[in-house]
């Protein structure tokens, strides 16, 4: 199976859970459909949602919440 990459479609810090209290939208050996919503990119307060444009299953997670993060890095890897 081939490896995908999702990257940030701007900079900005990148979150992993809609709010403090909830959870991770997904975690390692989550399945992800093209779409899905794998995290949040802050850029003065405003937040944009980061969706997959793959489908598999996440391998990786190459930042964490709070991480600053540029456009085209790699925040996740997915396998599918």
């Known amino acids: 199976m081939a490896n995908s990459e ?4 701007l900079p900005g810090v990148y979150y992993r859970r809609p709010s403090p209290e909830e959870p991770n939208y997904k975690e390692v050996g989550d399945n992800v ?3 899905d ?3 949040l990119i802050e850029v003065m307060k ?3 949602p980061v969706t997959s444009e793959f ?3 996440i ?3 190459q930042v964490e919440t709070e991480d ?3 456009a ?5 890897v997915v396998e599918g």
């Open 6 to 9: 999702i990257r940030a479609p």
């Open 33 to 35: 459909s093209k779409g």
């Open 37 to 39: 919503v794998i995290g």
């Open 46 to 48: 405003t937040f944009t």
């Open 55 to 57: 489908e598999g299953i």
């Open 59 to 61: 391998v990786e997670f």
């Open 68 to 70: 600053p993060v540029m």
């Open 72 to 76: 085209g890095q790699v925040l996740v």
